[in-house]
């Protein structure tokens, strides 16, 4: 038996120490023992009732990197060899796939997601998971990243280098982000490797806006971020990245970004409203990009910059805690007394 994070209801988080140990079930498939999880954003959306159709018993989790335990035929691992997962599934075969959109594989699916994203497929958040498409899926480990390092790379980090890329960054532009939460600071520094001169964080909550500021971005609250980015000027915001997934944080981009700028969501939307002034935006020639986070597709540029030092997302783990307290974990990173919770099964 294996130790899982299930989702029982809103607000109802258990550490179920009765299921049973995943197997490989077909010749793609492989057994990740997990040696670190974490808590994302997107796992909030159940947790404060905003899906109300998830299913209670999920095992949630989509970011986690481990160890291969067993391995189908298919499968170019060996057991015991180290490596990361993307949160992303896809079949790596199909047409879209061939086309970096792994996102829109008809096989895709999510990670500890229930029905959202894609067939139900139990999470990360365990001691083992069953890893379909492994040999896609799964990416090794260079010996000279640590676990939580490559973490980062399955969902958050990608996420953040892909909104920058989106971004159409070029080298001397001002990049504006909207939301100091993990995805929005490495949107920050990922616009730093696309040439940013300067990247200006927004966030209502004062201590995000401190860690910014502690690394090395400038922060405001919401009222100064258009001039703080130079609104009213010739040039003004280049790109701005909206890193939330609410209308208020897509209103706030699309007002802020310069003339003929770009706005990039890669925040999680959920609502079906579209919070766009028209009339405003074509005056202002905006292009407005939504992205979804692809670590399949970007992982081995990402994990290349994380080995010369160009991005770093260690700093941004505030709590690092046993897989035994993750109700702990949602509840602080919830309230915002975390900011990243990384999760130990071996603790």
Known sequence: MMRGVVYRGPGKIEVD????????????????????????????????????????????GHEFVGVVTEAGAEVPYAVGQRVGASDIVACGRCGRCARGHHYHCPDSTLFGYDTVAGAALDGGQADYV?????????????????DDQLLFVGDVLSTGYIGAEAAGITPGDVVGVVGGGPVGLLSAQSARVFGAARVVVTDTDPRRRAKAVEL??????????????????????????????????LVAALANVGFGGTVVAVGSHGSRAVPLDAKEAFA???????????????RDRVIALLRAGLLDPAPLVSHRLPLADAARGYRLFDAREALKVVLVPEG
């Open 17 to 60: 120490t009765g299921l049973a140990v995943p197997r490989v079930r077909h010749d793609r498939d492989a057994v990740v023992r997990v040696t670190r999880t974490a808590i994302c954003g997107t796992d909030l959306h159940p947790y404060r009732g905003e899906l109300p159709d998830f299913r209670a018993g999920s095992v949630l």
């Open 130 to 146: 069953r890893v379909p498409f492994a040999d896609v899926v799964l990416s090794p480990s260079p010996g000279d990243l640590t």
């Open 216 to 249: 090395g971005f400038e922060a405001v609250g919401p009222g100064e971020f258009g001039p703080a980015l130079g609104d009213g000027t010739d040039r003004g915001a280049a790109a701005v990245i909206e890193a939330v997934g609410s209308g208020a944080a």
């Open 284 to 298: 202002r020639e905006t292009t407005l990009r939504f992205a979804v986070g692809n670590p399949i597709r970007v």
